[in-house]
């Protein structure tokens, strides 16, 4: 089963920078994509970047570009294991909501940050303040 747990929100001031980590596990195929959505209040889930675990090709929202730099670690002694990172810098109040680690198997790119996920962490605040 695949388990997905962040680490690393907060409270952080505009301007500011941020980095959130992904610690998954459970992962029995290595064609999959894993990235990052968040949720403000009151707004619907945003899906913000993802990376191929084959190729480490990565893709972006518009509204993130320039700003929000995903990367991943591969497990030297357990493939099944991979650590995300997503750097946040140039922190804006918008920026603010939960944070949610999501994997899939089949859906790439585009298609990942869409929506539709199969696996999804718990999430975790960021809170950015003006």
């Known amino acids: 089963e695949v388990q997905l747990v962040e680490s690393g929100g907060g409270l952080v001031q505009a301007g500011g920078s941020l980095r959130l980590s992904c610690a998954a596990s459970?992962?029995?195929?290595?064609?999959?994509?894993i990235g990052w959505f968040r949720q403000a209040p009151g707004k619907e889930r945003e899906g913000v970047s993802c990376i191929s675990n084959r190729d480490g090709e990565t893709w972006y929202a518009d509204s993130v570009k320039g700003r929000f730099s995903i990367s991943k670690d591969i497990g030297k002694k357990d493939k099944a294991k991979t650590t995300v990172t997503l750097q946040i810098d140039s922190l804006k109040p918008e920026d603010t909501a939960v944070y949610y680690c999501?994997?899939?198997?089949?859906?790439?790119?585009?298609?990942?940050?869409?929506?539709?996920?199969?696996?999804w962490g718990q999430g975790i605040q960021v809170t950015v303040s003006s």
């Open positions: 999501a994997a899939d198997f089949f859906l790439k790119g585009p298609e990942f940050l869409a929506g539709g996920i199969d696996y």
């Open positions: 459970g992962f029995i195929f290595d064609g999959y994509y």
